[in-house]
């Protein structure tokens, strides 16, 4: 497998604090760090992007025997509440956090069948009885992302007002961890390295992608059997009514990150009755036409432009990284780099693969952005060390990122009609590298499972509210963002009644809640803690760009420790 693009934020909880915890959203699917957040995207005038055929009709609402049956599976939840305790060890999660877990039907059409059990963890709001507003739940996206880390937020000083009026309340989705786990392949074939992310594959390249992405699709039929149908967006929302239920709340109070916003909207579609706030950090596309092979093509194109800001914020540091002091000089350094790891993978481990990963990384979080620089500069001057610090696969998250892996891969398969011809997704995908070449390939042999998957797809659903239907809710964008491309939030805001939109303008960081944006910060707690919103938009400068910090200890620079 090789560089991977998804919905999932890690920013919205401090990305650097918490990246060691964060296994999911935090790994590529070559086992390297921070490269990913919620399902790909990319486009910008590809063809063909293909959703629903052709006269096809996309519901509005599921059909009545789903709606009997989340009914059912939360009356039972209800009933038997959620028994916390201490945490497993393999949770990693110090006291007062608590764990437990609440059983969801694996099909909500047969309630009575076949059931699975979702983990669930939790830490007691902190301020006083009256202050307590009930318990917020967080998904920080992917699709297979755990939230698991998210109580250890009640220790940060951007939560702190938060966790004094909230139980912080994290879980597993269906499949991720230890919520009946799910796995399409050996995973140390999926952490395999160095490998290759040719900008222009040739024909046997691509065949070879072709010859895996077919094994792919049959390893995770092979290995989920039956089941393999249920992991979807539909379910996620359907599941987390059923987790409202057991913490024994009226109604919901919800934050989604990344892809945690798109299954929120199908929640807010098909329960608003029952949700009380909700915000919506980073949000994906919803229109049913774009989930999700044309969100994916819009997802590369704005991969682009944000590694073009990456590129100027280095050249605009030359004294630093001499690396440039122009973009396009930047670019000449780095296929420099990537020509050098070809020849001789960095540390035995790091080939263009691995290169390509780490600096998608620095499309997601400008935190990421000195480090990343730094290690291009490094290398250059004959030290590999940073680059194999921070590009290497992390054997230990093997397994977990294998597992990120197959639940995205099933879920977005499973959500909605996917192109079954290559030449569609040769055709697009080669318009948009012309462009675009920065992420659009390895995006693209990211989805192609997508292409030869064997069980139903679905129609999406219609994201859609009247007024009056939902209370307001907060939907938070920065305008540059590679992952979900500021259109997105537009979108929902058009198709949720009532929803405010807080925009961090000239800013491009994926999942920007509580993080270090004192204004963005603002509008989250006075929506969360008092219900308070703008009338419908509003609008943050950007956060202070990164720091230049030099790793060259023969200049003075100080070592910053690798992310492990």
């Not at 990284?321 to 790091?350: C, D, F, I, N, W």
């Not at 001057?381 to 992390?394: C, I, N, T, W, Y």
């Not at 609008?539 to 230049?548: G, I, K, L, S, V």
Request: net charge negative.
């Amino acid at each position: 497998m090789r560089a991977v693009a998804k919905y999932g934020a890690l920013t919205a909880l401090g990305s650097l604090v918490l990246s060691a915890l964060v296994v999911a959203p935090a790994v590529g699917d070559d086992g390297t760090d921070g490269t990913s957040g919620a399902g790909g995207t990319s486009s910008a005038g590809a063809g063909g992007t293909v959703a629903a055929p052709a006269g096809a009709v996309v519901p509005r609402t599921e059909d009545a025997a789903g709606i009997r049956g989340v009914a059912l599976a939360a009356r039972r939840a209800a009933t038997a509440g959620i028994r916390f305790g201490h945490c497993p060890k393999a949770e990693m999660l110090p006291a007062p956090i608590a764990c437990g877990t609440v059983q969801v039907p694996l099909d909500y059409t047969e309630p009575d069948g076949r059931k699975i059990s979702l983990t669930v963890s939790r830490v007691r709001a902190s301020g006083k009885p009256k202050q307590r507003q009930g318990a917020l739940v967080f998904n920080p996206g992917g699709p297979g992302a755990s939230s698991m880390y998210f109580p250890l937020a009640a220790e940060m000083s951007e939560w702190k007002r938060i966790a004094q009026a909230y139980d912080l309340v994290g879980y597993a989705p269906r499949g991720v961890g230890r919520s009946a786990r799910l796995s399409c392949e050996d995973p140390a074939d999926f952490s395999k390295a160095p490998t290759d992310s040719p900008a222009e594959p040739s024909e046997s390249y691509k065949q070879e992608r072709i010859a895996e992405a077919k094994a792919y699709a049959g390893g995770c039929a092979e290995n989920a059997g039956s089941a393999l149908p249920h992991y979807t967006s539909l379910n996620n929302a359907r599941d987390l009514e059923v987790l409202r239920a057991a913490l024994g709340e009226r109604k919901l109070t919800f934050m989604g990150a990344s892809y945690g916003t798109y299954f929120g909207a199908l929640y807010a579609t098909l329960f608003p009755s029952h949700v009380r706030r909700m915000v919506f950090d980073s949000a994906v596309n919803p229109d049913p036409h774009k989930i999700w092979y044309g969100n994916n093509l819009d997802q590369s194109a704005a991969f682009e432009r944000r590694w073009a800001d990456f590129r100027a914020w280095i050249a605009k540091h030359d004294t630093t990284y001499h690396l440039g002091s122009t973009p396009e000089e930047v670019q000449r350094s780095y296929e420099k780099v990537r020509a050098g790891v070809e020849h001789e993978p960095a540390g035995g481990k790091v080939g263009p693969g691995q290169l390509q990963a780490a600096m998608l990384g620095a499309g997601y979080y400008d935190d990421y952005w000195a480090m990343r620089a730094t290690a291009l500069s490094e290398y250059l001057k004959g030290d590999p060390e940073p680059l194999v610090a921070q590009a290497s696969p992390r054997p230990r998250a093997a397994a977990d990122g294998e597992n990120g892996n197959a639940v995205y891969t099933a879920v977005e398969c499973n959500d909605a009609p996917w192109p079954t011809d290559w030449e569609v997704w040769d055709r697009d995908n080669t318009d948009l590298a012309r462009h675009a070449p920065f992420e659009t390939w390895d995006n693209a042999w990211m989805n192609l499972p997508c292409a030869y998957w064997p069980a139903p797809r679905q129609q999406p659903l219609d994201v859609r509210t009247a007024p009056g239907e939902l209370p307001p809710t907060l939907i938070l964008a920065a305008e540059r963002d590679a992952a979900t491309p500021y259109e997105g939030a537009l979108e929902l805001q058009s198709r949720l009644a009532g929803s405010v939109l807080v925009t961090e303008r000239d800013a491009g960081t994926h999942g920007i809640a509580g993080g270090n944006n004192a204004c963005v910060n603002k509008y989250l707690e006075d929506y969360l803690l008092r219900g308070e919103a703008p009338v419908r938009r509003a609008e943050c400068a950007p956060h202070a760009e990164p720091n230049p910090v030099s790793l060259d200890e023969r200049s003075g620079g100080r070592k910053l420790p690798p992310i492990v």
